[in-house]
Nanobody
């Protein structure tokens, strides 16, 4: 069992930065793959970024070069550093965990555990 709690969301102007945190609990967090998804009002939940248990990252094309995912297994925390934010980044951001560290990580269907989400709003 893994429990996830996101934090760090807020309101920021376009071009600004935020750092989201996903704090996990449970014995298997450090061996779990963690992903960030986001969901804008009226839209489906979409993939943002992914990190394996040993720190190998992947990104959606829309955020590559602007967002950086990282993890500190000693603190059971995964971070999403978001720079040069755009109004299109406005959404509720969710972190998710799964035991499998391989492919197929862009679909939300493959994840076993989810946090409650944190709102990110980027004003123009």
């Amino acid at each position: 069992q893994v429990q996830l709690v996101e934090s760090g969301g807020g309101l920021v102007q376009a071009g600004g930065s935020l750092r989201l945190s996903c704090a996990g609990s449970g014995r298997t967090f450090s061996t779990s793959a963690i992903a960030w998804f986001r969901q804008a009002p009226g839209k489906e939940r979409i993939f943002v970024s992914f990190i394996t248990w040993n720190g190998v990252p992947s990104y959606a094309v829309s955020v590559k070069g602007r967002f950086t995912i990282s993890r500190d297994n000693a603190k059971n925390t995964v971070y999403l550093q978001m720079n040069n934010l755009e109004p299109e980044d406005t959404a509720v951001y969710y972190c998710a965990a799964r035991a499998y560290n391989g492919g197929g990580y862009t679909s939300p269907l493959g994840y076993d555990y989810w946090g409650q989400g944190t709102q990110v709003t980027v004003s123009s």
